[in-house]
Structure formats: C-alpha cells, structure tokens
C-alpha cells in the first residue's frame, strides 16, 4: 500500500498516519486537566522570571532613541488620532506629517500607556509583549503536534528576544525597541500553524481558512509597516508548509486558502493600502539619493552576538533530528526551519552582494522574524531524539512502518510511568527550563561591575527648563490652537533624545522622524538648501550643511513652516541669526557634559494666517523651487501653485488653526475669495469637511486652502486601510512634478 511519511495521509482502516502513532503511544498520560495546569504554571513562572529581569535590570525596554521615540509615538497617538484609525496627522512632527501607524487601540502591548506613567507602562508593556509572543509560540507548536512539554520550551526560549535577556544575548534587534511588535508578529507564527492543519479531509477546512485570514489581517491593521517586513519573512515558511505534505489534493486546498486570502485582502483595499503605505517615500522614491550603506552589522546577529553561533550550532542537529526521526506535521515544522535557515543564508548573501538598491528588509530583520520558527523546529527534532534515547528499542510494527518510518527505523517507547510520577516529572522539567533560560542573562548581568548596566538603559533628558518654557509657549492639545514649531539643528544623539523628550510633552517641532518622510518634503530640503541628504534616510531636516545653501532663504522659509524657536547647543552665527531674540537654558543629556541650549525667536510666523494674494503658477518642482529661492520672494505675499487660479484673491481675515483629534481646524473671513497657506503638508488625501472650500498644493510641500466669504472646517485626512486610492494621486504628483534628484 502507497504511503506518504510528510503529511497527514491515509492509512489501512481510514486512520491516518498521525492516528497511528498517538495511538503507538503510551496510554497513561493523565488527565486533560493536569496537562492544563502545566500550561498554566509554565507561563506564570515564565512570566515571574521577566517579573525579576525587569526588576533586577529596569529599564531596557523601548530603550534608546528609537525606543523613546516609539513611546512618544504611541502618546501621540493616544492624544491626537481618531479611535481604531491607524492613519492619522501628527501635529508634533514635521509639518503635520503621517503619523506612524501604530495601532494602540488593538495592540494590547500599548495599552499600559493610556493607564501609567511611561517608566512603568514600558515595562508592562514588554511584558505583555513577551505573553503574547510566547503564546503564540506554543500554539503553534501544538498545531504542528508537539507534545506540551516542548512546546512549553519553545514558548519559555521567547524570553531570548525580550529585553533585559536580549539585551545579554546581543539579540536586541526589533523587540527591545518596540517590544509590541511582537504582537504584530504573532499572528503570522499562528497562521503558519493554522495552514498546517489544512486538508481536504477536514470539515473545519472554511474556519481554518478564516482563522488565517483574520490573523493575516489583525496582524496588518496593528502596524502595516512592520507586518510587511514579518510577512516577507515568512514568505518561505508558508511555501514550504504549503508544499510538504507532497499531496496534490492538501497543495490545492493550501494554496486555494492562501490564494482566497490574498484575494480578499487585495479586494478590500487592505494591500493596496500596505503597498502604498510604502511607496510614497522618500527611501523608495530617492533610493540612489538615501541608499543605506551594506554592512554585516545588519545582516545577522552572527555579527554581532557571540552567543548567536551557538544558537544556529544547536539548532542545525535539531533540524536533522527532525527531517530523520520525526514524521507527520512535526516533521515538517523541523523542514521548514532548514529551509527556511538555508533561504535566509542566500537572502543575506544577495543583500552583501548583489549590485544595485535593495528595497527589501535588511536581513537582520528577517532573521528576528524566524528566529522562533527556527528554535521551535530544533526543539522537535530534539524531541524526537529524546524519545529515541529514552526508550529501548522495540521491533516497528507494521502501522508504524506504513505511517512513514520505514523498515530501517523502529518506533520507540517511552517507558510507562503512573499518571502522578508523570506529572511530577514534567513539572520538574518546566521549572527547569524557565530557571535555566534566564538565568544565562542574570549570571552575566552579574559579573559586570555596577555601572555596565546602565549601558543597557538610557535616562530621558533631564532638562526641565526648557521642556516647560517650550510647552507654555507652543505646547499643544486637542482643541486648542496652533502657536508655532521649534526646530533644532545640531542633529546629534543628544538631541534625539531631548526631541523625544520633547514629543512627550506635546511639544511640536518641524523635525520629523519616520520611515514616511514624503518624497517632496525630502526633494524641498536638497533643492531648496542645497543639503546633503546621506545621512537623513528617515528625517525631515530643513537645515544646511554644504557650501551651496543660503542661510538667508532658510530663516525667510522658516516662519512659513511655522517655526517660532529655532536651537542647538552648538555656537553658531549666522546674519539671518543676529537680531533675533534669544535665550539659554541648561542642557543635561544623558551622554554628554553640561552645557546650554540657545534657543532663538523667530516673528511672524505662519500661524495659519499667511494669506498671499500674487500667485505664480508653474508645473515643474523645479521652477517651484527656483521661484522660492528667489531673493525678492515673501511667503506673507506670495505663493507658487502647481495650479492655476482664476479668481482675484484677497487677503483673509481671522484665521484660526487648530489641533483636532486625526486632524486640525481652520477658520476665517474673506470680503472675497482668499488663499491661506497653512504648515500643513499637502497630501491629496486631505479633505475639508465644507465642500466650499478647495484644497491645493502650495509651495511644494505646504497646503493651501481656498474659500470665500466665511470658512469653519475641519481638515481630516481620508487615506485608510479600506480607502487607499488617494494616495494615487500622491504618487502621480511626483511624475507630473519631475520630481528627480541625483544621487550625490
């Protein structure tokens, strides 16, 4: 009789090969309800263990300035972007840029933030993280028919990519940032498992499929950037479950379910959203312009952990282990980490290697994403070696060979213990392996004299001063208006951090960090201040550093965005600079000796009410530019439209702008018609809720709004999960502008 050792295929008597070897399997197992309580006790141990890292080393999550900055993400978030939206306006950064879609309202790791102070909700945080990952770790192991015992192992080795342990193990790539983005990744370890479970022999076959579908999606509406980078990951694990079981009817019905669930995401608007998202940036659009230089730092953790080639030492035995000794679903969960590995091996080589701009993820990123598939496919081949070696060997029974063993492999036995002796004995061994894994981090952490940790956790900025001279004078919140930006221009470390700082407090400023830095904004700055951009892949940064810019047209351009302070910690002197107002105040960043912040005043600045009346009208973004430049121009008087007007303007009168939740507010009189330049960034994807009013772009980057006689109207920006078609429009405003810049 024809059998098949990968999948779920039939055997004699309609048992499948699966049924065969439970039913090859000891009987005295216990009661369901012991093997729960193991569960249970498994993970309150794993959890009291981070309990004693966190408390043993605070701090190390959302550490550094990324991580800071993703607190002050989330906070904005929570103040200013419309409920379960995930594409909002962010009134702190860079002229109303997009916000970063971090979904707080459904990630459940970022819920501490809305409860507790950031200290405390960062650290709840991670926590919660680390239970979601580590569920889902062990869900997917049991989809794939590891025992509990194992899978309990596989979900406690999640604590190897949560800070503090990641931070000792030099695994800190992705979750010691943003330990939520393990909840963005979960999804995708459950709906590998879920395909695993897909045959035409299953009634369920519609509830698995909708099962995948749902985590496919949960997983993009949490944080469609990062789902973009977990789903290019797993594209050669789902392959290669799709493919394993080498029966055409389960391919069929797998790629039918893979292929319905594309189909759906594509029909609904949800991956042209994703693909969008990506697309109208500056690190797509400029590539040449801001290509981030290949290194091995970023290729893997081999690089940059000696513990990482122990880890790949353990795991490649596993992998044999399992393709040798195991049959069935675990068999090809031990595969398709191999497979997986060995693809990753030829992404990274391609990355150090192949000529051109790689526009995908840095390997390393991808190799954070597998890690858990790859410890989880080791733990079963082990698994299997651990019965083999337990147990004496005993002749293959005739069942056995036909569930795919073969006549040269014997099943073996585990020795039958009492349900009581075996409850104790894996008891024994989950304790065991909660204390053994955290412990490798406890014991280096404590070989370091007191002050290594603190090389783990950076303090936020003490500088009091001058968050509470900044947040009197231009602090915002929901519903009240906007009083101007600050900008700084010394772009060290130490800035970061008092910009995040800043960002907490609800401080704007005109720098903008973010992986959706627009092309235009990018083209602006290199254009119109000559600077050079090599080191501003994810910043909007208007400031000169070649000897082509004008610091004149700067300080002219400066209030048009709607910068009122502009500072730094460097002396610098410029004539724009001279007569402004100034002050000083301390400056205690965490890396660096004492000093001052300078901060200067800027007059008259764009509060909303910049109302020009002469209007030039070009189509290239390089005659916009050209005509700003200009020596003679004025921001209060004119503007450059890409469009063209018929009307006679007039200035407006009584403008007022000001922040709503996903969004702003404008109001004013016109004893005609009028254009009012708002520091907005323009996007098609803008709409004014008064249909009377019309929306243009101005200045390149800024928006302009058009109305006459009276205007009181809200501006949201309408480009969602389920409506990406305006950001057409966008992408094809970078082509009808010629917008094109040389690499340097």
């Known amino acids: 009789m024809d059998y098949e050792g990968w999948g779920d295929t039939e055997v004699s008597h309609g048992m499948s090969a699966r049924a065969v070897w439970r039913a090859d399997m000891p009987a005295s197992r216990g009661p369901a309800h012991r093997g729960l309580l193991l569960v249970a006790f498994a993970f309150v141990a794993l959890l009291a263990a981070e309990l004693v890292l966190i408390t043993t080393i605070p701090g190390t999550n959302y550490d550094g300035a990324d991580g800071k900055a993703a607190q002050a993400e989330i906070l904005a978030t929570l ?4 409920p379960f939206e995930i594409t909002n306006l962010n009134p702190l950064q860079g002229l109303w840029a997009q916000m970063m879609p971090m979904n707080v309202w459904v990630n459940p790791a970022y819920w501490p933030f809305a409860l507790f102070h950031k200290e405390l909700a960062a650290e709840i945080s991670g926590v919660v993280a680390l239970i979601c990952y580590a569920v889902a770790c062990y869900l997917m192991a049991r989809l794939f028919d590891l025992p509990r015992l194992p899978s309990i192992i596989t979900a406690q080795l999640s604590v190897m990519l949560f800070a503090p342990a990641a931070r000792a193990l030099a695994f800190s790539v992705v979750f010691v940032s943003i330990p939520g983005l393990a909840v963005v990744y979960a999804p995708h370890l459950l709906a590998l498992g879920l395909l695993a479970r897909l045959s035409p022999d299953r009634p369920q076959v519609y509830v698995i499929a909708a099962g995948i579908l749902l985590l496919l999606f949960y997983s ?11 789903g290019v990951a797993w594209i050669v694990p789902f392959g290669v479950v799709t493919f394993a079981p080498l029966r055409r009817d389960t391919i069929l019905v797998r790629c039918a379910v893979l292929g319905g669930c594309v189909a759906v995401l594509l029909l609904s608007g949800a991956l042209e959203y994703v693909y969008s998202l990506t697309q109208y940036t500056a690190r797509v659009q400029f590539p040449d312009l801001l290509q981030r230089p290949r290194a091995i730092e970023t290729t893997s953790v081999f690089f940059l952990s000696k513990y990482a080639k122990y880890f790949y030492w353990t795991c490649a035995p596993g992998w044999v282990l399992g393709i040798w000794l195991l049959h069935g679903r675990p068999r090809i969960l031990a595969l398709t980490s191999a497979v997986s590995a060995l693809s990753f091996f030829a992404y990274s080589t391609a990355y150090l290697h192949l000529p051109g701009n790689w526009w995908l993820p840095v390997p390393i990123y991808i190799e954070h994403a597998l890690f858990a598939l790859f410890w989880m496919g ?30 040269g492999l014997r099943r073996l036995r585990l020795p039958a213990l009492s349900p009581g002796r075996a409850a104790a004995a894996t008891a024994i061994m989950a304790v065991a392996a909660v204390s053994i894994v955290p412990a490798v981090p406890i014991a280096k952490t404590l070989k370091y004299p007191k002050g290594f940790v603190p090389y783990w956790h950076e303090d936020w900025s003490n500088e009091p001063e001058l968050r509470q001279f900044l947040g009197k004078n231009i602090g915002l919140a929901v ?34 960090y973010s992986q959706l830095v627009t092309p235009q904004a990018i083209y602006f700055v290199h254009q119109l201040f000559k600077r050079n951009l090599s080191f501003d892949l994810n910043w909007f940064r208007p400031w000169i550093n070649t000897g082509g810019g004008s610091f004149a047209v700067l300080f002219r351009t400066f209030p048009a965005l709607g910068v009122r302070y502009v500072g730094g910690f460097e002396q610098f002197h410029a004539d724009a600079m001279e007569e402004l107002r100034s002050m000083s105040f301390p400056r205690r960043g965490p890396r660096s000796p004492p000093g001052e912040w300078v901060i200067h005043e800027l007059p008259d600045v764009n509060l909303g009410n910049y109302s020009p009346t002469e209007v030039t009208s070009v189509r290239s973004a390089g005659e916009i530019v050209t005509a700003l430049g200009a020596a003679n121009f004025d921001f209060t008087r004119q503007v450059v439209l890409s469009t063209e007007i018929l009307d006679r303007l007039v200035p407006a009168r009584d403008m007022t702008l000001s922040v709503i939740r996903g ?10 018609t009028s254009l009012v330049v708002l520091p907005l960034q323009y996007s098609n ?13 101005a200045n390149l980057i800024m928006t302009g709004i058009i109305f006459s006689a009276a205007i009181d109207t809200d501006i949201s920006f309408d480009y969602g999960i389920f409506s990406p078609r305006c950001r057409r429009a966008d992408l094809a405003d970078i082509k009808q502008l010629d917008m094109t810049l040389a690499s340097p």
């Open 378 to 407: 080791a733990i079963a081949g082990y698994w299997g070696g651990l019965e083999a070696l337990a147990a004496g060997a005993a002749p293959p029974t005739h069942a056995a060979e036909r569930a795919g063993f073969g006549a």
């Open 685 to 697: 994807c803008l709409r004014a809720h008064d249909n009377r009013a019309r929306l243009v772009r």
């Open 479 to 512: 519903n009240h208006p906007f009083r101007g930006s600050a900008f700084f221009y010394t772009f060290g470390y130490d800035e970061f951090l008092t910009l995040d700082n800043l960002w907490v407090d609800r401080v704007p400023t005109a720098n903008d």
């Open 79 to 82: 103040a200013f972007a419309r």
């Open 220 to 230: 993009l509406y949490c944080d469609p950037l990062w789902t973009m980078v977990s």
């Open 663 to 672: 969004g702003l507010h404008f109001s004013g009189h016109s004893d005609g």
